[in-house]
């Protein structure tokens, strides 16, 4: 190649760049959004609001703990589960 014909680098990853932005603010920044708004959900489920599992569980929130949450099921029937394993908050209390 002679000099004439290389152009400024920067020109030539210029469509680069705008594909990872067009990419970041169409896909990356939303998901981040959802993220943290699922987190700051989780962060403040109190007694009685009504959740669902990732495994499809509904139940009621009977006790919370730094790491997991006691659910009522049923009558009688209360399990404990991670706080990651909270698919979405169905009802507040």
């Known amino acids: 190649m002679s000099p004439e014909q290389v152009g400024n680098p920067i020109i030539q990853f210029l469509p ?9 603010f169409l896909v990356i920044k939303p998901e981040k959004n959802k ?5 700051e959900e989780v962060a403040n489920l109190k007694k ?7 495994g499809g569980i509904h139940g009621t929130v009977i006790n919370v703990k730094d ?6 099921v049923d009558d ?18």
Do not use: H, M, P
């Open 16 to 24: 680069f760049i705008a594909i990872f932005l067009i990419f970041y």
């Open 35 to 39: 993220q943290k708004q699922k987190k």
């Open 48 to 54: 009685n609001d009504q959740i669902v599992t990732i």
């Open 67 to 72: 790491d997991a949450f006691g659910v009522r």
């Open 76 to 93: 009688n029937v209360k399990v404990e589960i991670d706080k990651d394993a909270v698919a979405r908050v169905k009802q507040k209390g």
